[in-house]
């Protein structure tokens, strides 16, 4: 499936307490960069079905796919599964396969509440991996994942086979200026150039050799070195400490 941006829900009371702590957020964000897919929104948020159901909504519309992250066990504030389907206008029905595999992995340990897991949002489909555990489920562009770390970790290896992002070309200017000295030059640069983004970040850790780190990122690595280059002509060349063309 071809990608060009992406959004990120994070779901659980439970993170918004800080009963548990978030592992998942810096995952998708290291995935989606790696994948050459743009994360354009992520939103920590609450159980609250009607909540989650109105921003998967605003997501799907907007962005080419929705990762969500937990929600999707068998108590009763799982309510990613419902909420996605009442995003979408419909129920949720029971899948064979699901329930099928979870009499089997439970076993002797088995109860109908665990039949609560093998509930999808009618319409959407699985999304089968090796790793061993039950599948994805896959809802139009909204694909559910555990929020469990160790679970949500192992389907990583999933969304990389169905989302393909297309990679930028980066590169990478070290100063050793103040931060408001050069916004202008940055400025100038980066309204000269609209397909570029060019980031500014200041950098004070005593180990390194620098103050500002800036990035040029764009489709090609002619556009980038075409910035880079009309930055290196506008900086003062005293305070440029190094450049990575990538």
Known sequence: ???????????????????????????????????????????????????????VRFCSERFDAVITSGGVGPTHDDRTVAAVARAFGVGTERSPDLERMIRSWWGDRFTEGALRMADIPEGGSLLYSSDGNMPLMVCRNVYLLPGIPRLFHAKIGALRAVLKGEKHASASLYLNSDESAVAHTLSDVDAAFP???????????????????????????????????RLLELLPTDEIVRVDRG
Not at 7 to 14: N, S, Y
Not at 19 to 42: P, S
Not at 202 to 224: G, N, Y
């Open 195 to 229: 397909e570029v983004k060019i980031g500014s970040y200041p950098r004070h850790e005593a180990h390194q050799d620098f103050q500002v780190w800036v990035t040029v990122e764009a489709a090609t690595t002619d556009q980038v070195g075409e910035a880079v280059d």
């Open 1 to 55: 499936m071809p990608v060009t941006t992406a959004a990120a829900l994070i779901i659980g009371d439970e993170i918004l307490s800080g009963k548990v702590r978030d592992a998942n957020t810096q995952c998708i964000i290291d995935l989606m960069r790696d994948l050459g897919v743009e994360l354009r929104r992520i939103v920590t948020m609450g159980d609250d079905e009607e909540e989650i159901a109105a921003e």
